[in-house]
């Protein structure tokens, strides 16, 4: 089987959580301070879906970073690393770095940057809602059809929001909604999607969907 349609496959399955694991799994990350170098482990009981929470996320980033906050963290179909990109805060540094969604590896991070205007500009990882929820407000406002395709949670000038990337209809929307109430706030306007490129093998098509079933047809 071709090696992209395995990963792809994996990325639609698991990105909304429908993809659960039959064995325990532990997601692994690493205190940066030589003296507390110990590993946290982030437990998932059989069944369990691989999707990561947000506190979750959090954790990874805030033990690799014990004085940074979280400015924004996002995960993007397009994007076929599979991976959390986080950007983080301190008073005088700019934090990056990706979570594995299924591994909690870290990589890509980056420590640097000019000093930041930290207030209105960091979130608190336990005070957002899920993007679950911020996914149900979406389909609400486009209907349940629509299919979302990634999101990206953001502090700016005080305000947290997340940007729900959805597909319908050949079409692509943006719904923001308030990730500390987790009300609707605003639906951008519909772009049309280019043409999807067959990606499927042996005279097949893959039809890739966040939140629904992998369909495969004959031509």
């Not at 990350?29 to 929470?53: C, H, L, N, W, Y």
């Not at 209105?120 to 979302?148: R, T």
């Not at 987790?182 to 039809?207: E, I, M």
């Amino acid at each position: 089987m071709n090696k992209k349609i395995v990963s792809l496959c994996l990325t639609g399955i698991v990105a909304t959580g429908i993809f659960t694991a039959s064995i325990t799994t532990n997601a692994e990350a690493r205190k940066t301070k030589p003296e507390t170098s110990t590993d946290i482990t982030i437990q998932r009981a059989p069944g369990e879906a691989f999707v990561m929470t947000m506190s979750q996320i959090g954790t990874i980033f805030q033990n690799r970073y014990p004085n940074a906050a979280l400015h924004s963290v996002e995960l993007n179909s397009d994007d076929l690393s599979y991976a959390y990109q986080i950007v983080g805060y301190s008073k005088y540094h700019e934090y990056k770095m990706k979570v594995d969604i299924i591994t909690g590896n870290q990589s890509d991070m980056t420590e640097g940057g000019k000093p930041k205007q930290v207030i209105g500009e960091i979130f608190n990882k336990d005070k957002v809602v899920d993007v679950s929820q911020a996914e149900a407000v979406a389909k609400q406002q486009l209907g349940a059809d629509a299919v979302m395709k990634g999101w990206k949670i953001e502090a700016h000038n005080g305000k947290i929001n997340y940007f729900v990337t959805m597909h319908q209809n050949s079409k692509k929307t943006v719904v923001t909604v308030d990730a500390e109430t987790g009300a609707y706030v605003s639906t951008g306007k519909s772009k049309k999607l280019p043409p999807a490129p067959d990606q499927g093998f042996d005279n097949r098509r893959t039809n890739l969907v966040w939140g629904s079933d992998i369909e495969m047809d004959r031509k």
